[in-house]
């Protein structure tokens, strides 16, 4: 059964930082683009990152851009968002994505390109 889990996610203060992984099981991703999206309420789910699977070249939503790193460690098949500077409208749940095709060098940077979804974690930034 493949299965992305995100972790990392919580209340934090406004400018502070988080780190989101997401460990993947059931298949290796270490061959695949991966991203990161969020969704807060009342809201439509909206690209954040996306890096492809060698790690070596990433790419940002303008709004994130600056503050929020994308990474991947495939020896231990997880991807990880580093956030920054967070703010109130970051509040979001954030769900790690993944797409199937193998050595694509295309981000996966809309809803329709991802084919595994992580259950999400809950990010909260307070003013």
């Known amino acids: 059964q493949v299965q992305l889990v995100e972790s990392g996610g919580g209340l934090v203060q406004a400018g502070g930082s988080l780190r989101l992984s997401c460990a993947a099981s059931?298949?290796?991703?270490?061959?695949?683009?991966m991203g990161w999206f969020r969704q807060a309420p009342g809201k439509e789910r909206e690209f954040v990152a996306s890096?492809?699977?060698?790690?070596?070249?990433?790419y940002y939503s303008d709004s994130m851009k600056g503050r929020f790193t994308i990474s991947r460690d495939n020896a231990k098949n997880t991807l990880y968002l580093q956030m920054g500077s967070l703010k109130p409208e970051d509040t979001a749940v954030y769900y790690c994505?993944?797409?199937?095709?193998?050595?694509?060098?295309?981000?996966?940077?809309?809803?329709?390109?991802?084919?595994?979804w992580g259950q999400g974690t809950q990010v909260t930034v307070s003013s």
């Open positions: 890096i492809i699977w060698t790690g070596g070249s990433t």
């Open positions: 059931g298949r290796t991703f270490s061959r695949n683009a």
């Open positions: 994505a993944a797409d199937r095709r193998a050595y694509s060098t295309s981000y996966i940077t809309t809803p329709e390109l991802v084919d595994f």
